[in-house]
């Protein structure tokens, strides 16, 4: 069954509202544009294993897609996590092509295209990093001492894999997409003792929902980049262009010609991605460019979330939940642009 549905990462959404806000002449544009497209190609890898993930059965996993977990100063983000009864895997997926050699000794990883070589991080390490951080949920949680693993899945069929080093466990680890459900079926021989029992898998499910955290301020903060550096106003939901302009209560947009009604929730959602999960009116005004308060009060009730405090005191947020319904209609808005772009 599903733990977690699959729709268009939450980072993917943060990566796009920061580029529409950031000037094109800004240092950070061209890397942040370069990591936008990589976390695509890694969203169509991750949708293309669904294909194999719906051969498991249903009663026995459980399968969650893109977990986001604060981990300290930065974020614990896991593609997609299996749960049984016996045992918890961490799938960290790839979706690369080319020459794709694994450095076991030396921690490495690159790729060579083209007759380039880059380096990135180690899939297989990452992997681990996020293994320890769920053993220590569960523990921190006083949940059974389930058996956590990783398995590196590279989901590009076309990718060529090179693996240098001894260490037979490690290169167990890692496989291409075809492989993956024989390389799941070596875990389910590994661990065959049931050690949770319905009520606790229902447990630790809602727990792994719950503790979910769309990864707000982090990105922002990887990348080195000031508030102050966006650019504000509303912005057009067909073409993205900002500022537009408050005309006939509509917001009109001089670039495509178009009016919108809503387009001060999409504004709304980017304020919610970038900076809080609550914003005042005084901060909506300042980021949306709204000279009126009660303009903006009355865009904040219309909008329909929740709110705490009165007049001046008074401010609006959302949990995650809510904001995973808000992104809904722009996940399925750029849905297809993602998929075949």
Partial sequence: ???????????????EAILRRL??????????????????????????????????????????????FPDGDFNCQIDTLLLTSRFALILEIKNMTGKLTFDIENEQFF??????????????????????????????????????????????????????????KVIKRVCKSQSMLKRISLYEQKYEKKILTPKELRKISKLLVKL?????????????IKKTELRFGVHCPICDYLPLYRQKASWFCPNCQSFS???????????????DLKVTNQQFREFALINSPDLS?????????????TNKGRYYYVDNNQLEK???????KNSRNLRYS
């Fill in 326 to 332: 808000l992104t809904t209609q722009i996940r399925r």
């Fill in 111 to 168: 790729q060579i295209k083209d007759g380039n070589e880059k380096g990135y991080s180690d899939p297989i390490a990452q992997a681990e990093r996020h293994q320890k951080f769920i053993q220590k949920l569960f523990a921190e949680h006083n949940l059974p001492p389930v058996p956590v693993d990783h398995l590196v899945v590279i989901s590009n069929p076309n990718a060529i894999l090179e693996l240098k080093g001894n260490n037979y």
């Fill in 261 to 275: 009604k809503d387009a001060y929730i999409y504004t709304l959602l980017d304020y919610f991605l970038l900076y």
């Fill in 212 to 224: 979910n955290t769309p990864p707000t301020k982090f990105i922002l903060q990887n990348y080195g």
């Fill in 1 to 15: 069954m599903i733990g977690k549905e699959r729709s268009i990462p939450i980072v993917i959404l943060i990566l």
């Fill in 23 to 68: 000037p094109k002449n800004h240092l950070k544009y061209p890397l942040i544009a370069e990591e936008l497209e990589r976390r695509r190609a890694g969203f169509r890898g991750e949708e293309s294993l669904d294909y194999y993930l719906r051969s498991l059965p249903e009663k026995e996993y459980i399968i969650f897609h893109d977990l986001n």
């Fill in 297 to 309: 009060g009355r865009l904040l009730r219309a909008a329909e979330i929740k709110y705490s405090g």
